[in-house]
């Protein structure tokens, strides 16, 4: 900041205008009868100081008066700087790069100076300029504040619902997955191979005490059908036939098997229902009695299965999914190529009718490469535990009721 002895220019100037000749400005005090506008002149051979004058604009130039020296500044050779200050104008001289004028900005509004050919050029072009750079920070602004509050809205919309699914009970979660399993159980066709469920059982049983299901017993079935798998509220697992035939090793069916007891034991299935009511219904909840939770038990359960979970809470899955895994000294990367595997069963039916219940997700290129990278910065690939036991193996009387299901639906786990 320069100091001003002689008048009110205390502003200062942006850039190198002030900073390059670091002139303090003189105790000049010029007559107030001489006409033209307040200005100062800095330059080398005034030293440290910037004296004091006016500009007067005559004839296609303007003159510079003061009690030390008078200039004459031809229009067409001055240059026009506009910076931030409210009060002052930059002038310089192209024959003279080193000398600098500081004139009140009101010579903006004398028509013989702005409409001198010269100086309107130069005035057309920075105005304009400025113009641009104010609409843009004007939109760039606009999108970031836009952006910050869809930001803040998204989290605390998020926070509530977290908030909400906490309040619900492992007993009405429990009920409420009895009530779901009852309506569906009828459009399934389940396998009642008591062998083949016991072996999923048993390949469970290392993966189960590094999922923190509050309590909830994890109850595993079977059903004929294409490639699938999908969790439903109170711990029930159901994968298909056609997804055991389509793995080779445990680790890729434990890694569906994480993935779904992640939609478990993170609630999914309630948070999706709440969000789908809406921030009203969110906002009643947050604000009214708790009870009115309840009313998520109205949401028609057997979409459960014929609606697809985001993108995020199929993330969320495979995240936590794959911590279970990591936990529990299972090799995670057997998620990885039982998505792989799935997503070449969608190729391959890719002709039927993907309205069953058993629709497929999108975006499983985008989950496979998420899950490769964590692979990647896993630091530990080689702690893992040798698994043992068989994938389950079906009848050959229960695989003729998968045929017919394979005429009827198609998909990958939810």
């Not at 036939?241 to 034991?265: C, N, Q, R, W, Y």
């Not at 690939?381 to 045929?403: A, G, Q, S, Y």
């Amino acid at each position: 900041m320069v100091r001003d002895t002689g008048g009110s220019f205390k502003k200062k100037w942006p850039g190198i205008l002030l900073q390059e000749f670091s002139c303090a400005l003189s105790s000049d005090h010029l007559s107030e009868e001489l006409q033209g506008f307040d200005a100062y002149i800095c330059h080398p051979q005034f030293g440290n100081e910037m004296v004091r004058g006016r500009f007067v604009v005559n004839r296609g130039a303007l003159r510079f008066e003061s009690s030390v020296t008078p200039f004459v500044l031809p229009l067409d050779q001055a240059v026009i700087e506009l910076g931030d200050d409210d009060d002052w104008v930059a002038l310089g001289d192209r024959r003279q790069p080193e000398l600098k004028f500081f004139v009140a900005r009101s010579i903006l509004e004398d028509d013989h100076f702005v409409q001198a050919m010269p100086i309107r050029r130069q005035l057309e072009v920075l105005l304009g300029r400025r113009e641009l750079l104010r609409r843009t920070w004007v939109t760039l602004g606009f999108l970031l504040a836009f952006g910050l509050i869809a930001w803040v809205g998204s989290m605390a919309a998020g926070w509530g619902v977290r908030s909400v699914v906490k309040g619900i009970s492992v007993k009405h979660e429990m009920e409420f997955g009895d009530e779901v399993f009852k309506k569906i159980g009828p459009r399934l066709v389940l396998i009642n191979d008591t062998n083949a469920i016991a072996q999923l059982e048993t390949l469970a049983a290392p993966l189960l005490p590094a999922v923190p299901a509050r309590g909830i017993p994890f109850k595993f079935y079977i059903a004929a059908g294409s490639p699938n798998a999908f969790a439903l509220p109170g711990g029930r697992i159901v994968v298909t036939t056609g997804l055991i035939e389509l793995l080779d090793k445990p680790e890729e069916l434990l890694g569906v098997l994480a993935h779904e007891s992640a939609h478990i034991a993170q609630r999914h299935a309630f948070q999706h229902m709440i969000s789908g009511k809406g921030p009203v219904f969110l906002f009643e909840i947050l604000t009214g009695s708790r009870n009115k939770m309840l009313n998520v038990m109205a949401y028609p359960s057997e979409l459960l299965i014929y609606e697809s979970f985001s993108q995020r809470y199929e993330k969320e899955a495979d995240a936590f999914g794959w911590n279970y895994l990591v936990a529990a000294k299972i090799n995670p990367h057997g998620m990885i190529t039982a998505l792989q595997k799935l997503k070449q069963s969608e190729k391959d039916l890719s002709f039927t009718n993907h309205a069953s219940a058993f629709d497929s997700h999108p975006d499983l290129v985008k989950r496979i490469g998420w899950l490769e990278a964590k692979w990647a910065a896993l630091p530990d690939k080689t702690n893992f535990m040798v698994l043992t036991n068989p994938l389950p193996k079906i009848n050959v009387e229960n695989k003729l009721n998968d045929r017919l299901m394979k005429l009827l639906s198609g998909g990958s786990f939810k």
